[in-house]
């Protein structure tokens, strides 16, 4: 996947193992360019401490399973999307919020007993960037 090259600062995150030879790509580039690049290995990347000192010109470049992305995307909602790249190596798994009692759960599955009340739920194409998550409601069975 081509790296964003209109960013002036970058931040990379490689989720997993599988994320690392995109993120590795991405960060070879753009040192080649001579842009300041920060990466990071693994799921908890310090986001806060990178946001806080981001300039107009960051770009944020994410790889991993799409629920991390997720997730990761919902704390950088200080970023415009055309700020952040999402590179997806598995979407097997997703993150499902609960219509009604707002639980998050992570799931393979089409339809789920929610982890906070128990509601019997399917799980919606929606995803809420704001969340990270996908919506999940009564299944209606
Ligand atoms: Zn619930």
Do not use: K, N
């Amino acid at each position: 996947m081509a790296v964003d090259e209109s960013g002036r600062t970058f931040g990379i995150v490689a989720v997993d193992a599988a994320a690392r030879p995109v993120a590795e790509a991405w960060g070879t580039r753009l040192r080649e360019l001579g842009r300041p690049v920060q990466t990071w290995f693994g799921p908890a990347p310090p986001l806060d401490a990178w946001l806080t000192a981001a300039r107009v010109g960051y770009r944020l470049l994410l790889a991993g399973p799409e629920a991390d992305l997720l997730a990761l995307r919902a704390r950088a909602g200080v970023l415009l999307d055309a700020e952040i790249t999402l590179y997806v190596t598995d979407s097997r798994e997703r993150v499902v919020r609960c219509a009604r009692c707002r639980t998050a759960t992570r799931t393979a599955a089409a339809v789920l007993d929610c982890a906070g009340c128990g509601l019997r739920m399917a799980v919606h194409d929606h995803v809420s960037t704001v969340h990270g998550a996908h919506l999940g409601s009564w299944s209606g069975a």
